[in-house]
């Protein structure tokens, strides 16, 4: 078992920056992917970011390119994602995933509980 825990979450104005982390914990040693979706009030939760195990090859929807980057450390066994140019529509709980390889879909072993980003207009 892995557990996530995400931080980071806030109210932001938009053109703003906020930084999520996740934590992980448990059976940290096995390689595991790592991902980030969202989901907004009404709608389904949606692929962000993900990032296979090493850190070479990094992934980001259409949505998002350009303005957020997630990175890893795998000495502190925790992911990031760094949001820029935040926008209104980027409102959504983030939730961060493990799992053993990426996928674009919800098909993630471990999700974390979810961290709530507003950006303000």
């Known amino acids: 078992q892995v557990q996530l825990v995400e931080s980071g979450g806030g109210l932001v104005q938009a053109g703003g920056s906020l930084r999520l982390s996740c934590a992980a914990s448990?059976?940290?040693?096995?390689?595991?992917?790592m991902g980030w979706f969202r989901q907004a009030p009404g709608k389904e939760r949606e692929f962000v970011a993900a990032i296979s195990w090493s850190g070479g090859s990094t992934y980001a929807a259409d949505s998002v390119k350009g303005r957020f980057t997630t990175s890893r450390d795998n000495a502190k066994n925790t992911v990031y994602l760094q949001m820029n140019n935040l926008k209104p529509e980027d409102t959504a709980v983030y939730y961060c995933t493990a799992g053993g390889v990426v996928v674009f879909t919800t098909a993630w072993d471990y999700w974390g509980q979810g961290t709530q980003v507003t950006v303000s207009s």
């Open positions: 448990g059976r940290t040693k096995s390689n595991y992917a």
